[in-house]
């Protein structure tokens, strides 16, 4: 990317709606929701700087795509970097792996290919963790870190006073497509057992779609009643929902090493105190006293009792150290993820 000659940089986005660089449109209310392309804005705004262009990849697919040389890179598409390789002018630089096994297989059945074409692979371990690294290249993997569009928490929800003493999850209703340590199931489990407390309250989309194929699994049925019962619908603003609540049950998809998402950080913007399920060593990852490690209850009743026994001082200490981890530098290297890997 640094090479003069380089005419563009192109991105692969994890979705055609971001194509025709809608990647880095802010002013779009629905896929810039809750400041989500920020980094990849920033990102944009760094390489302009630099004199470099970058695109959604779209344009190098087009027939009369420039003939200059340039750099692609891919956030988790598989069907075109064959092609681009193809091309002779395209230089594979680096290939994003952000979804874990439990919602897309095929990425990591294709990582030795993957290893293989491009100069570097981003994983949220390199160690094979919840995959296989039979045939993977290994000195290609990197760690990922989510990128994340802040690096200090939003102020008019993090002072917000007038919060509940209660739980909140924000999650659509999805099932997974493996179930190897996934915790999806363990969401409905949690929702089903507090809810009995009258502590907990559910936002997200499709819950209430009992026909759609994402409830078509035993879990779901087993405690429908119950999840509608808590069940408040979609919300527009995560923020300012997790601004309510003093605590928020914060599950990724898989329980795996290194996968932590947007989830935690969206608690720590809000003031929200996370109860923290997924990445299996996020001790080493995020400071302890900022998250409440759901792993360490013997039961969901037992977490109620902690989290409800907690005093207000107590609770802001754990604010305070959110805020303080999201401007450190373990914070910053989310922050600073995407620019680190354009810039490798």
């Known amino acids: 990317m640094k090479d003069s000659k ?10 055609k709606a971001y194509y025709q660089d809608r990647l880095f449109d802010r002013s779009d209310a629905v896929l810039n929701r809750d400041d989500t392309l920020e980094p990849f804005i920033r990102l944009r705004d760094a390489l302009n700087g630099q004199g470099i262009e970058l695109h959604t990849a ?6 009369e795509a420039d003939a200059e040389r340039c750099d692609y890179y891919s956030l988790g598409v ?23 096994p439990v919602v897309d297989q095929r990425l ?12 570097r692979v981003y994983v949220h371990n390199t160690v094979g963790d919840g995959y296989s690294l039979k045939g993977v290249d290994q000195s290609k993997l990197r760690q990922l870190y989510w990128p994340q569009p802040r690096k200090d928490v939003i102020e008019e929800f993090w002072s917000r006073g007038d919060r509940l003493r209660r739980m909140v999850m924000i999650n659509g209703n999805h099932k997974p497509g493996s179930f190897n340590a996934e915790l999806y199931s363990k969401r409905i489990e949690a929702l089903a057992a507090l809810a009995r407390f009258g502590t907990v309250d559910l936002y997200g989309r ?29 919300c527009p603003s995560k923020f300012e929902v997790l601004s309510r609540y003093d605590f928020a049950l914060c599950f990724e998809n898989m329980a795996m090493q290194g996968y932590v998402t947007e ?9 929200t105190v996370p109860l923290y399920w997924g990445a299996t060593d996020i001790e080493t990852l995020a400071p302890e006293n900022a998250y409440i490690d ?21 609770i802001q200490a754990m604010r305070e ?16 993820s995407l620019l680190g890997i354009f810039d490798a």
């Open 321 to 336: 150290a959110g805020r303080a981890f999201i401007e450190s530098p373990d914070g910053l290297r989310y922050y600073n």
């Open 206 to 234: 499709g819950w209430e779609r009992w026909w759609s194929r994402n409830s078509m699994w035993l879990p779901y049925w087993l405690h429908r009643r119950t999840l509608m019962s808590i069940y408040k619908g979609s």
């Open 58 to 63: 779209d344009r190098l697919l087009q027939p």
């Open 294 to 314: 759901c792993r360490r209850f013997s039961s969901w009743e037992q977490l109620q009792d902690k989290v409800m026994q907690l005093s207000s001082e107590e």
């Open 6 to 15: 380089i005419k563009g940089v192109y991105v692969d986005p994890p979705s």
């Open 263 to 271: 989830k935690l950080f969206d608690c720590l913007y809000a003031g």
């Open 78 to 100: 598989l069907e075109n970097y064959q092609q681009m390789a193809a091309r002779g002018n395209v230089d594979l630089k680096a290939f994003v792996v952000f979804e874990p």
């Open 108 to 119: 990591y059945r294709e990582l030795p290919k993957l290893t293989a074409a491009f100069e």
